[in-house]
């Protein structure tokens, strides 16, 4: 199904409302790194995205190693941002 892609007023004015991410011109992403003391934190984190990522049916691009989470948010679907990567986003803030 199409999404929209965010335009550039739509996506500068969610980006000032998120805080703590950063847009990827090159990628249509946005990302943010998370640090936790130790692995257990960081996969229990990781845990809880994944459940609400597939309640949204939108999933993030993710690296982690040990209490590093690196995360990319974009939709394949938009070929680049949408909505629906900033709503992925909030719930993530919501989580630390
Ligand atoms: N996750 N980030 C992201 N972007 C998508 O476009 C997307 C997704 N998860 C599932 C999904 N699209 C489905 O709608 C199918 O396109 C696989």
């Known amino acids: 199904m199409a999404i929209a892609e965010l335009t550039d ?3 500068n004015d969610a980006m000032a409302a998120l805080g703590g991410w950063t847009y990827d011109a090159d990628a249509k ?3 943010r790194s998370f640090r936790f003391p130790d692995f257990a934190e960081a996969f229990a984190f990781m845990t ?3 459940i609400v990522a597939e ?3 939108h999933h993030p691009e993710w690296f982690n190693v040990y209490g590093t989470v690196d995360i990319a ?3 394949h679907d938009a070929s680049g941002l949408s909505l ?3 709503d992925l986003a909030t719930q993530i803030d919501s989580f630390v």
């Open 73 to 75: 948010l974009t939709t």
């Open 9 to 11: 007023k739509e996506r």
């Open 48 to 50: 809880r995205i994944a």
């Open 29 to 31: 992403a946005i990302r």
């Open 84 to 86: 629906r990567d900033i």
């Open 55 to 57: 309640k949204m049916d």
